[in-house]
């Protein structure tokens, strides 16, 4: 009977002669890269992927035109980053950096709360659809551990995927790391990726650089848009003719509820906020019935709302709970979820103030509730932020802006209420207070879209809002915005409008974000 040949190389797992612990790296040399797809179709039966997602792909780009024409190819996954962003942004720890530098998941501990997916800037992490939980690419760290290469490296015909510690010196990635001319993707991110690529032009590295075929029809595929992260955008960040011919589908990670909580946060946020602020400058009396028991239900009811819609959007809603049980302190997932906490408390202590008549209770509970209220409007500016993935969300003017359109927000949906049972000095404090909020919106809006970006990615994604697939949602929630600067005079008539104004401006401003190509 004849032997079947062994395909599994080994490499040694010990620690190097340095003592340092292994720090492994991959060096992808795309001067041999054939395009053949054997290292994912490898990486899929290595490691159960299913069809419809990948831990790694190859991405083809044709350059030039015919016949000063080329096909280059690029293999596509984790970067294994020093600084990993889905690390940081992971709530629960699911994502976590071990030992000897691998960035590896655990799914036992996931919520599929797809923050990873947003901090990525490689988008190379996805939701798997079997298990729900977030997946990637990990060294094939269960095979190093005994001292086999990845099954990407094993099958690779022309030997043009490596792997090895970079603390070892006689490594072969070592040696190419050191001594020879390798590249990294989006450096300027800041992640120390641990991927290096070896001949990689900046047409395949760079995600803008090459159109996408029209009609979004690649090679032996066609892919429809929807959540698809694509641009209409015309033209590329280079001179040179270049298209991908083949690419996989790209999603965004968040949908319609990440983009209604923001405007249901808002309004919780403002009631509250707007309500105590016209206490403190004496226009609404401490026992008024706005102050005592409008503003806080309102407050409540949106805040279990925002609460609802934070779940429901959960690839694992039954484990909700872990982000208080298991929290990794760095994710402002988890820091919102303290401040949104703290604020649910004070709310129930304003309203048992109100039941048992203890206005000192009231009292007491606003001293914390103005910074919690605040919190709660501007925190998601710092969770977008982590999001490195997404340049328009790295606005270091978006907290005062959250804080803008909470305060319009509060003040809109306290406007019919005020209308019943309050004075006329109330309703007109109410009334400039949209109309001062609404033209402090509109013009931060205008300066998102009249400033030069810093970035091609920031760039087409407020091109996406204002003028591609989000333009509908962003130019009606203008119109409807600008009846708020009428509020002195309408009064509760510019309510409605004013709030669904803003639930269109959110949602084309966390798609739009999304809309950008990564790979």
Known sequence: MTELPVIARTIGVGPPATGKSPAWAKVIDQTKCIGCHACTTACKSENQVPVSVTRTYVKSIDAGLFPQARRSFQVTRCNQCVDAPCVAACPTSAMYTRADGIVDFDKQACIGCKACMAACPYDAIFINPDDHCAEKCNFCAHRLEVGLEPACVVVCPTQAIVVGDLNDPDSE??????????????????????????????????PLAADRPPGGIYAWSEQPTGKQVITGMSGHNSSAA???????????????????YTWTKGIAAGAYLVALLLV???????????????????????????????????EHPERFFYILTRPQWRSWLVRGGVILGGYAAVLGLHVLAGLFGVPGLRTGAAVAGLPLALGTAVYTAYLFAQAKARDLWQNPLLPPHLAVQAILAGA???????TWHS????LGALGWTVGSAALTHLLFVFGELSLP?????????????????????FWTGIVLVVAGLAAPWLGAWVALPVLAGLALHEHAYVQAGQSVPLA
């Open 173 to 206: 990635v070592a040696r190419v790391v050191g001594r020879q001319p390798v590249t990294v993707r989006r450096p300027e991110k800041g992640t120390r990726p641990k991927l290096f690529y070896k001949g990689a032009t900046e047409l395949t590295l760079d």
């Open 242 to 260: 270049a298209v991908i011919s083949y690419d996989v589908a790209h999603r965004a990670p968040w949908d319609w509820r990440v983009s209604l």
């Open 280 to 314: 403190l400058v004496g226009r609404l009396g401490s026992d008024d019935p706005l102050w005592v028991w409008t503003a806080p239900l309102i407050a409540v009811v949106l805040l279990a709302v925002t609460a609802g819609l934070l779940v429901w959007d959960l």
């Open 412 to 418: 809109a949906a306290l406007l019919p209420f005020a």
């Open 423 to 426: 004075d006329a000095a109330v």
């Open 453 to 473: 970006h810093g970035t091609a990615h920031a760039r087409l994604a407020v091109y996406e809002m204002s003028a591609g697939r989000f333009r509908g949602f």
